[in-house]
């Protein structure tokens, strides 16, 4: 491949020294072969899928190690109070049926606490909840900023694992089944991981 006077001319105004030579530098490169996922089938045994085109499915497969969700909490900190059961029910249903076909383990079902119009990082509401002991608080909150403060309460100052859900964001994924079922699945593997799991193996020869 060579270059013509325009494309010297072009180089030069860049800086690029040394280009009165129309010949292209040859260059070698090397091919990265597509790595190996590593799950776990329906009977807990290791399966690989081939990464194609830069992207796989899971098929039938679970999670290469899942941890039980077992005590845990949803907490509604938004003030929009008149959609609080029904998001929280959607949420709550959402994340037990994803969460046992990605995970192939039972799920008990969330305490649920409609705390709109009350402040969740309170002292005497942070007590109550660690006295619970739950693994995981999702909290459905109306803005970015309050991710800041609950994370710093909840998880800095109490130890208490939270997923932040933004209300708005979530409402929008419910008027399509193919959405929602995209964002809980996303969803779930983010829980799984701050619960202590793994949700897959990556194994290629050039990792070694």
């Known amino acids: 491949m060579e270059t013509n006077q325009q494309d010297i001319t072009l180089l030069k105004e860049f800086g690029v020294k040394n280009c009165s030579d129309t010949k292209m530098i040859e260059v070698d490169i090397r091919l990265f072969l597509s790595p190996n996922i590593i799950y776990r089938s329906q009977n807990k045994q290791e399966t690989s899928i081939t990464v194609k085109d830069a ?3 899971m098929r039938d497969n679970i999670l290469y190690d899942s941890k039980e969700l077992t005590n845990w909490l949803i907490v509604w900190s938004t ?6 059961d029904n998001i929280m029910r959607i949420l709550s249903k959402g994340i037990i049926d994803t969460f046992k076909l990605k995970s192939g383990l039972d799920v008990s079902k969330p305490t649920c606490l409609n705390e709109s119009g009350n402040s969740i990082v309170q002292t005497n509401f942070l007590d109550a ?10 909290c459905i909150i109306n803005k970015n900023e309050e991710r800041e403060k609950i994370k710093y309460f909840f998880e800095k100052k109490y130890g208490l694992m939270t997923q932040c859900i933004k209300l708005d964001k979530f409402v929008a994924q ?3 089944d193919r959405k929602l079922k995209m964002y809980l699945s996303n969803l779930v593997l983010k829980l799984n991981v701050k619960l202590g799991g793994k949700n897959n193996l990556v194994k290629s020869d050039f990792l070694k």
Do not use: F, H, M, Y
């Not at 003030?79 to 609080?84: G, I, L």
């Not at 909840?129 to 608080?137: F, G, R, S, Y």
């Open 55 to 57: 992207s796989w499915a």
């Open 79 to 84: 003030d929009r109070s008149d959609q609080a």
């Open 129 to 138: 909840i660690k006295q619970k002991c739950p693994n995981l608080v999702v």
């Open 174 to 176: 419910t008027g399509e």
